[in-house]
């Protein structure tokens, strides 16, 4: 079975609407899928680059959040009519785009005193 080159997962999750944290489902995430579906199937990517709705990625307040795989590359505050830029910089040539990356400081989840990840 072959395997994919990437895999992009985009959150979907849903939250209470009075959640402070926000979530990605009300940041229009299903949306924002369909368009990364759309955009790799017809540009020939859907057997090498699986794009996946994926529950709660920890990054609420920047939802909606996005996340590439193999490079564990994290965007922000991705809307539909960011979806191609993506797609055409980061899937296609390489180059993650920079005004959506978050950085890692700002990730949720990462513990700075955390001794280093020995399977990175």
């Known amino acids: 079975m072959a395997r994919f080159q990437r895999h992009v997962f985009i959150c979907t999750n849903e939250r209470a609407p009075d959640d402070p944290k926000g979530c990605c ?11 990364f ?15 996946n709705k994926a529950g709660c990625l920890d990054q609420c307040a920047l939802g909606c959040a996005v996340v590439v795989y193999p490079e564990g590359v994290w965007y922000g505050r991705v809307a539909v009519a960011d979806v191609a830029e993506i797609v055409e910089s980061h899937i296609v040539n390489g180059k993650p785009v920079a005004r959506l ?3 890692d400081e700002a990730l949720t989840g990462i513990d700075p ?8």
Do not use: C, H, M, T
């Open 101 to 103: 990356v978050i950085p």
């Open 25 to 35: 489902k009300a940041k229009d995430g299903a949306a924002v899928a369909e368009e």
């Open 37 to 51: 579906k759309k955009q790799l199937y017809a540009r020939g990517l859907k057997r090498i680059v699986r794009p």
């Open 113 to 120: 005193n955390a001794p280093p990840d020995p399977f990175s």
